[in-house]
């Protein structure tokens, strides 16, 4: 309690007392997303065949500020999280997208990523249909394509056909989502993308949005 006490001293000793709740919004918004990030990254590593997600709580051995857990000291998702979405990614079996660490990008530039399944269940995947869409933040459907997939063996990281599409026009930086399902499978998962306008110069414009967005948290 004391630990909590002081955070509200010293946030009002410096006048933003009145907006802690959107400083722990978007802390816990940044943290789910560089989680879900750095997971992913090890999946992808063909060597690891399994691997212990330490700290699933936000405390675990510490009294604060560890920060990697899903879980708050009340054994509560954080904000933004909901265990099927930590699911998509921490499941027994995944989709992942190889897209490195760029996660923004002009509009008119071609994105290509592979997209690969963990596969670790007691029968070998089946060949299927791989579907993805890209949609903005009221849902709709800006791009969308279809992978025919091969079959993937149990235990098995395996690559299933390569994401391509150019990011389209906006007007505005706005937030995209590329979301992949496999429905033999039943995997689903998804990733968010920052797609900032190109002027008529052909110069890219400043990605000064998002920091209007952080400020107003919508940092997803």
Same mark, same amino acid.
């Given at each position: 309690e004391e630990l909590y006490e002081q955070a509200? *001293?010293? #946030?009002?000793? $410096? %006048?933003?007392?009145?907006?802690?709740?959107?400083?722990?919004?978007?802390?816990?918004?940044?943290?789910?997303?560089?989680?879900?990030h750095v997971i992913?990254?090890?999946?992808?590593c063909p060597r690891l065949n399994g691997y212990d997600f330490l700290g699933g709580i936000h405390s675990h051995w510490h009294r604060s500020g560890y920060g990697c857990g899903?879980?708050?000291?009340?054994?509560?998702?954080?904000?933004?999280?909901?265990?099927?979405?930590?699911?998509e990614y921490n499941?027994?079996? *995944?989709? #992942?997208?190889? $897209? %490195?660490?760029?996660?923004?990008?002009?509009?008119?530039?071609t994105f290509a990523a592979d997209i690969h399944v963990a596969w670790y269940e007691a029968q070998p995947l089946p060949e299927g249909l791989l579907k993805w869409?890209?949609?903005?933040?009221?849902?709709?459907?800006?791009l969308e394509g279809e992978i025919s997939t091969e079959p993937v063996c149990v235990g098995r990281?395996?690559?299933?056909?390569?994401?391509?599409?150019?990011?389209?026009?906006?007007?505005?930086?706005q937030k995209l989502t590329l979301v992949?399902?496999?429905?033999?499978?039943?995997?689903?998962?998804r990733w968010h993308f920052w797609?900032?306008?190109?002027?008529?110069?052909?110069?890219?414009?400043?990605?000064?949005?998002?920091v209007t967005e952080l400020v107003n948290g919508d940092v997803d």
């Open positions: 509200a *001293v010293r #946030l009002a000793r $410096h %006048g933003l007392l009145d907006r802690w709740t959107l400083y722990y919004q978007n802390s816990c918004r940044w943290q789910g997303a560089l989680r879900k992913e990254k090890a999946r992808l899903c879980l708050n000291e009340f054994y509560e998702f954080k904000h933004g999280d909901r265990a099927v979405d930590f699911l499941g027994q079996s *995944v989709l #992942l997208l190889d $897209h %490195g660490d760029n996660f923004t990008h002009f509009a008119g530039e869409r890209l949609i903005d933040t009221n849902e709709d459907v800006r990281l395996a690559r299933l056909g390569l994401v391509t599409l150019d990011w389209p026009a906006v007007s505005i930086p992949v399902e496999h429905a033999q499978a039943q995997l689903r998962n797609v900032f306008p190109t002027s008529r110069s052909g110069n890219h414009s400043p990605k000064t949005r998002v």
